[in-house]
């Protein structure tokens, strides 16, 4: 697997702000598509008493575990952030590749990466950031946020020293942050003063594993809100439905026969008449503590493997998308129909911008997105969602997402039909929806149990169009991402820049190389030197990796047109020599800035070398050379060899590092100089 190198705050701090001067854009993300308020329009809600702009953010997975990426869901608009789920084994051995959205989405990636220690201080630096980008006016009229734990798997773990120090740590980060602020470079000296909340997060969504027992679940909830003083969100399985139903579902009825849930899950996996219970008690205690609780839809889908694009022996892969979807609004159906509107209910499954908006009216909040932003324009359509929430809220004339929800399915007049209240009320409401005038003037103090009502019947109108809607099903062709069969290169592939949209780690760059012909020169045992055709660049624009981000989930490869994936066949830029080191499996190499230039640690085909340029020659060292290289040919100096060296290779790397770190573009890596 590939480990994560957390970014140090005055690298990202630089590199957001000058990116932001220069370009007009952060970590990648243009201006224009930062998320923007609606006039006239409040798209707000409330979480657990805390106030968040906009109801919709990224689902806890691969966008919110790195600084940089919480960050980016942040400027596109997310306002309830569900960090990535930690746990008490935070050393785990991922199989990579791990993401697979050629068509749905599946996945197999399980947990944090980085440990308890390095997970903390990344959401502390998001926070900062965040802070800073609000202190810079960059979301005028989105400013509230709510971040939200996630937290994993058993009990044992989250009791263990290492958790309870992490979650500590959240609710109170004043000495986290009292060390980051020492390290704000002086050309942002006026960040160091921001008033940064110390308490992160204090409420806490509940991940637990597939299999997990009911009893578990309820234990792990109830400590979480005795012992540790948070709010509490349980997040449920698709498994809750049944075998007979989700069968009926999935299969006949949304035609996905082919995805094959395994019967141990359903054994495992609680029941609903143990969810029924656990969810009456859980609700009871948090009464008693002046907790918050509620649950979450829906956890992804266990299902067999039958695919090639993972590792071989990945006999089980979760999915996402599309077809979880109506999976999961069945759920919050259900889920409403017996318990009706008095637990709040997060949603993640199978959203994107022709869903977003309907699935708001039920209610939900947050509405969280993980899979549509591994597609196409990534955190692009961040901005999307809000504005089209917003457009829905203007066609039928409201400005809250309250009075939204009574008008967005026509439904708030059959839904006084289930309130208690007197004949004439009910007919003068009526006459209040026909005015179109002001619905929560009108009901006063009915209002919150007239749009509680609407809910449940928008819930039940929403989960029946889903089931029926054929944009769900399975396509009779499958239409994944365009193919062309040309092998991926170091150097001039199309440049379309899909991989650099859908890397959630913005691991992934273009720079400017220029079309100058690359010295093709091998070094053969004996020192001897040949020197071959020069190879041309056809490119001016090229690909690289900021390899201590990437974790090579195979996500670019997937959208690729080329084949071999761009994680692994473009120049992989290290933040440093011990990241370089620390990622032995890796090729690649780190720039520092030295005396007379720029000093260069590489990896090619398992050999390390050193290159000093000093703008004039390259002096390359490492592996028994020691060579120079001056404008038209290399020179053997000393050392021996005994297997050739490609010195083009050598060249081009030096050359690739004079363009990444070329004052006219922005990258990690030149940020990291300043």
Request: with cysteine; glycine share 8%.
């Amino acid at each position: 697997m590939a480990d994560l190198t957390p970014i140090p705050l005055p690298v990202l701090l630089n590199r957001m702000f000058r990116e932001l001067e220069a370009k007009k854009s952060a970590f990648h993300l243009p201006r224009f598509k930062f998320a923007k308020a609606a006039s006239g329009r409040d798209l707000s809600t409330s979480i657990f008493g805390r106030k968040a702009a906009t109801p919709f953010g990224p689902a806890a997975g691969p966008h919110t575990q790195l600084a940089q990426n919480i960050v980016l869901s942040w400027l596109s608009g997310g306002r309830v952030i569900e960090l990535k789920t930690v746990q008490v084994l935070d050393h785990l051995e991922i199989a990579r590749p791990c993401i697979d959205m050629e068509t749905v989405g599946f996945n197999i990636e399980w947990s944090q990466e980085l440990s308890l220690e390095q997970s903390l201080e990344e959401y502390v630096k998001a926070t900062m950031l965040i802070e800073m980008a609000k202190a810079e006016g960059l979301a005028p009229g989105l400013e509230d946020t709510v971040i939200d734990m996630s937290v994993g798997y058993d009990l044992a773990g989250l009791r263990s020293d290492k958790v309870r120090a992490f979650i500590a740590g959240m609710m109170n980060a004043s000495a986290i942050i009292d060390k980051l602020r020492g390290q704000i470079p002086e050309p942002y000296a006026r960040f160091r003063d921001l008033a940064y909340p110390t308490c992160i997060s204090d409420s806490v969504t509940v991940s637990t594993f597939h299999g997990c027992p009911p009893g578990e679940i309820e234990a792990i909830a109830a400590h979480l809100m005795a012992e540790e003083g948070l709010d509490v969100v349980v997040k449920l399985n698709p498994t809750l439905l049944g075998k007979a139903d989700l069968n009926a579902i999935l299969h006949d009825k949304l035609g996905y026969s082919d995805l094959v849930v395994p019967d141990v899950t359903f054994e495992k996996d609680a029941k609903w008449q143990d969810v029924r219970g656990i969810v009456s008690r859980l609700g009871d205690l948090a009464g008693r503590l002046g907790r918050g609780f509620g649950v979450k839809f829906s956890n992804t889908l266990l299902v067999h493997n039958h695919k090639r694009f993972f590792p071989a022996g990945t006999g089980e892969m979760y999915l996402s998308g599309p077809p979880l979807h109506v999976l999961a609004i069945e759920l919050v159906a259900r889920f409403r129909a017996e318990f009706g509107d008095h637990f709040p209910i997060s949603f993640s499954a199978g959203i994107d911008v022709n869903n977003f908006a309907d699935t708001v009216a039920l209610g939900l909040k947050p509405v969280s997105v993980c899979t549509d932003l591994l597609k196409g324009a990534g955190y692009g359509k961040g901005a999307d969602y809000i504005a089209d929430l917003a457009d829905r809220m203007a066609e039928v004339e409201t400005s809250d997402l309250d009075t939204y929800a009574l008008k967005a399915f026509g439904l708030a007049g059959a839904a006084l039909d289930d309130l208690d209240l007197p004949a004439e009320r009910k007919a003068a409401l009526s006459v209040a929806i026909e005015a179109g005038v002001d619905l929560r003037a009108a009901a006063g103090s009915d209002f919150e149990a007239w749009v509680s009502a609407t809910r449940l019947r928008n819930t039940a109108h929403y989960a029946k169009r889903v089931r029926d809607d054929r944009r769900y099903s399975r396509p009779e062709v499958d239409h994944p991402p365009r193919r062309t069969g040309v092998p991926l290169a170091l150097l001039d592939c199309e440049t379309c820049g899909k991989c650099v949209n859908v890397c959630p780690n913005d691991a992934i760059f273009r720079y400017p190389l220029p079309q100058e012909p690359i010295i093709s020169a091998t070094l053969q045992p004996g020192a001897k030197i040949a020197i071959g055709t020069a190879q041309p660049v056809t490119r001016a624009q090229q690909i690289g990796i900021f390899a201590d981000v990437c974790n090579r989930c195979g996500n670019c490869d997937v959208t690729c047109p080329e084949t071999g994936g761009p994680f692994a066949r473009k120049a992989n830029l290290f933040g440093s020599a011990a990241s370089l080191d620390d990622a032995p499996d890796r090729d690649g190499f780190a720039i520092e800035r030295a005396a007379t230039g720029l000093r260069l640690h590489i990896r090619d085909n398992g050999r390390r070398f050193v290159i000093d340029d000093d703008g004039a020659r390259l002096a390359c060292k490492g592996d028994g050379l020691n060579l120079s290289i001056g404008p038209s040919a290399p020179e053997m100096t000393t050392g021996t060899t005994d297997r050739p060296v490609d010195l083009g290779r050598l060249i081009l790397f030096a050359r690739i590092a004079r363009a990444v770190t070329a004052p006219t573009i922005i990258t990690y890596a030149n940020a990291a100089f300043d």
